[in-house]
């Protein structure tokens, strides 16, 4: 069974950092890209970042572009993000996402993890 | 970016009944589209991807068509676990994948 396990959200004051974490089972992770997708309070799903099967490359939304940094582990079969700069706007919750196929489409979603940036 | 647009923002059915849902985008995406459908509470769940095609698991009464600016997802007899949220999603301009702002499927 495939399984995506985030972890890391909190509570955050803004301007503050915060590093999220997503663990794979049930499939080769190497052989997939991963994406991390946010979803504020109410609101629709937003893409946030990409990287390719390797590592070697990362796409980012403009709006975490500069702030955020998407890492992976391949050895450990995990997904990365690191958040920094916060801003109340960050809030929301953050899943890691299989992709199938190079920006295509999500074919698999973990539970999720808050964030919440707030003073 | 590729605005994707949803309507109606609210469709209220009757379980047996049929839903049709609809997703404009602003430039063309070819047959590059997906839905998604969402329960309170849950992540989403990928129902079609590139226009028609179901995914894994997901009941043959959901259908997706279109080309490309316009596009359906159509619910032929709603179930009652379906009621919920649905978006669409592009991947013909990347970055960024772009999502519609959903349509909520209530029971009437």
């Known amino acids: 069974e495939v399984q995506l396990v985030e972890s890391g959200g909190d509570v955050v004051q803004p301007g503050g950092s915060l590093r999220l974490s997503c663990v794979a089972s049930?499939?080769?992770?190497?052989?997939?890209?991963m994406n991390w997708v946010r979803q504020a309070p109410g609101k629709g799903p937003e893409w946030v970042s990409y990287?390719?099967?390797?590592?070697?490359?990362?796409y980012y939304a403009d709006s975490v572009r500069g702030r955020f940094t998407m890492s992976r582990d391949n050895g450990k079969n995990s997904l990365y993000l690191q958040m920094n700069s916060l801003t109340v706007e960050d809030t929301a919750v953050y899943y890691c996402?299989?992709?199938?196929?190079?920006?295509?489409?999500?074919?698999?979603w973990g539970q999720g993890t808050l964030v919440t940036v707030s003073s | 970016e590729t605005v994707l647009t949803q309507s109606p923002a609210t469709l209220s059915l009757s379980p047996g009944e049929r839903a049709t849902l609809s997703c404009r985008a602003s430039?063309?995406?070819?047959?590059?589209l997906a839905w998604y459908q969402q329960k309170s509470g849950q992540a989403p769940r990928l129902l079609i991807y590139?226009?028609?095609n179901r995914a894994t698991g997901v009941p043959a009464r959901f259908s997706g068509s279109g080309s490309g600016t316009d596009f359906t997802l159509t619910i032929s007899s709603l179930e009652p676990e379906d009621f919920a949220m649905y978006y669409c999603?592009?991947?013909?301009?990347?970055?960024?994948?772009?999502f519609g702002g959903g349509t909520r499927v209530e029971v009437k």
């Open positions: 990287i390719t099967k390797s590592g070697d490359a990362t």
């Open positions: 996402a299989r992709d199938p196929h190079a920006g295509s489409r999500f074919d698999q």
């Open positions: 999603q592009q991947r013909k301009h990347w970055p960024p994948l772009t």
């Open positions: 590139d226009t028609s």
């Open positions: 430039e063309n995406v070819e047959i590059y």
């Open positions: 049930g499939f080769t992770f190497s052989n997939y890209e």
